[in-house]
């Protein structure tokens, strides 16, 4: 494997940590990444204006480790936290990773071989794993610790069902890729603007931008996720207003698409998808008994339906249960 290769200089990887009062986690999460068998990395701290003990974990592992650096700014979010520490990174492959997750010890190794057997692919990403606090051996497939397989799996070899994939669920957790630097050079920054799911935005944006996605199944490259009550992705009106912004910002990235057929193809998936997500909005105001939340998603459903009797219908039904 790559990181057996003796007296060859091996890359450097930088592996990106926001961490907002994670102090708590931080600790082993930074102990694991001590455990990669590359050991030619640094790792960037970015303290995204904690009120807890992070920047005192963060600049314990700065003092006894050089490969650590410690950024803190002003509280601006997760992407904000990101892209700070994306811009000063020094490697030429970037790890993103959470301040509560893992990886397994050869994930950083084996993705780095994946680069060298496939010289063209800008992103190599492979399988998650959810594990709990309280039963850290434990490997789950999905977030609910089921045992639902819900990644697809695809790669560059056909981009369009790749874009199609992406338009259904988001490929994968944000620590299982690792991305060539050139990559974020070249389609910049996360968007600031998004609360939640701001790295399948830029993987739709890296798709449509024909970004080249390696996939390889290996468990030695599996991410690890941990799930708690405290999870952003647990946060059901958060996740959902955040996706239904991306969907409409695919919608914009589908009219640059260069082919006219594809694009009306992609448009009608999308449309769909967009008025799902939207629906679930509705259903999820409706039983919070947030009526003009509830009433707002019903009228922009019944656009994306091209039915306004079905707004009219709903509303009525819901004024006269209220009655």
Not at 1 to 7: K, S
Not at 82 to 104: C, E, M, W, Y
Not at 150 to 167: T, V
Request: aromatic content about 12%.
């Amino acid at each position: 494997m790559a990181h057996e290769n003796q007296g060859k200089q091996l890359p450097l990887v930088s592996v990106i940590v926001p961490a907002y009062n994670y102090g708590h986690l931080l600790h082993e999460t930074l102990e694991n990444l001590c455990e990669q068998t590359h050991k030619n990395w640094e790792c960037i701290i970015v303290d995204d204006g904690s009120q807890d003990n992070t920047a005192e974990i963060a600049k314990q592992w700065v003092n006894k480790d050089p490969r650590f650096l410690y950024i803190y700014q002003q509280n601006a979010g997760l992407s904000a936290a990101r892209n700070t520490g994306i811009h000063a990174a020094k490697g030429s492959f970037i790890q993103l990773q959470d301040a509560d997750d893992l990886l397994s010890p050869l994930k950083l190794a084996r993705q780095l071989e994946v680069f060298e057997q496939q010289p063209d692919t800008d992103i190599v990403y492979g399988e998650v794993r959810f594990f709990t606090t309280e039963n850290k051996a434990a490997r789950y497939l999905a977030l609910d610790c089921s045992s639902t397989h819900w990644m697809p799996g695809s790669s560059s070899a056909n981009q369009l069902q790749l874009i199609k994939d992406l338009f259904r669920v988001n490929l994968y957790a944000v620590n299982c890729p690792l991305i060539r630097k050139e990559v974020f050079e070249k389609i910049g920054n996360f968007d600031t603007a998004l609360r939640s799911v701001e790295d399948w935005d830029y993987w739709c944006r890296c798709a449509f931008a024909g970004i080249s996605f390696y996939f390889d199944p290996s468990p030695e490259a599996w991410a690890l996720v941990r799930t708690h009550e405290n999870s952003m992705s647990r946060n059901k009106t958060v996740m959902l207003e955040a996706a239904r912004t991306v969907r409409y910002k695919i919608m914009k990235l589908i009219k640059n698409y260069p082919e006219k057929a594809i694009a009306s193809e992609l448009e009608l998936l999308n449309r769909n998808q967009t008025a799902f997500t939207v629906q679930q909005l509705v259903k999820h105001y409706k039983e919070g008994g947030q009526g003009f939340l509830f009433l707002k998603r019903l009228f922009e459903f019944s656009r994306l339906k091209g039915d306004y009797k079905y707004f009219f219908r709903e509303a009525g039904r819901y004024f006269l249960a209220k009655a």
